[in-house]
T-cell receptor, first 112, second 113 residues
């Protein structure tokens, strides 16, 4: 099993550009989530999904969209990037919830 | 919303010694989960230990153990026989069903040879 994979590992955007961060898992987990990590603040939940076709907002959802068309994939979209979205983004998945979640390696995003 | 506090931004320990990292949380619930995650310089988030609030017995994983004080809302991590590979950021986290997963701000642990 590859576990949780994220692409790309690094990305630089200009303000106003759009992009999609990819996340995939091969463990047949129902639960998937996205977090952002900023210095001195730990990880904060952006969006999560409890199964295909179901998504919900976390603590900091503004500026981000998600969809869950398959069990395996959970992409995170930035429609119009802003410097405040410069951060490290982590995807995670769990069998039925976040109480047993595994994390991907992260994506470092810089918005100029 | 629940909050998780880690009052020690940085800690250091001599190799082979024992260190305790502190974590407190705020909740009015009785059924929840607590976690300690390790984040080494590689950036990977690694689950160290997990505690279910209804279990009175403190969780242990090899050299890692917790002191779970439910009434005091305290969840400290003890690392015994510290090794150089233990150097990392350590995050305490809280989860209850139906609510967001919440992380503390982290404690940076240095291990001195």
């Amino acid at each position: 099993n590859a576990g949780v994979t994220q692409t790309p590992k690094f990305q630089v955007l200009k303000t106003g550009q759009s992009m999609t961060l990819q996340c995939a898992q091969d463990m047949n987990h129902e639960y998937m989530s996205w977090y952002r990590q900023d210095p001195g603040m730990g990880l904060r939940l952006i969006h999560y999904s409890v199964g295909a076709g179901i998504t919900d907002q976390g603590e900091v959802p503004n500026g981000y969209n998600v969809s869950r068309s398959t069990t395996e994939d959970f992409p995170l979209r930035l429609l119009s990037a802003a410097p405040s979205q410069t951060s490290v983004y982590f995807c995670a998945s769990g069998l039925s919830g976040p109480d047993t979640q595994y994390f991907g390696p992260g994506t470092r995003l810089t918005v100029l | 919303a629940q909050t998780v506090t880690q009052s020690q931004p940085e800690m250091s320990v001599q190799e082979a010694e024992t260190v305790t990292l502190s974590c407190t949380y705020d909740t009015s619930e009785s059924d929840y989960y607590l976690f300690w995650y390790k984040q080494p310089p590689s950036r990977q988030m690694i689950l160290v230990i997990r505690q279910e609030a209804y279990k009175q017995q403190n969780a242990t994983e090899n050299r890692f153990s917790v002191n779970f004080q439910k009434a005091a809302k305290s969840f400290s991590l003890k690392i015994s026989d510290s090794q150089l590979g233990d150097a990392a950021m350590y995050f305490c986290a809280y989860y209850e069903r139906g609510q967001n997963f919440v992380f503390g701000p982290g404690t940076r642990l240095s291990v001195l040879p």
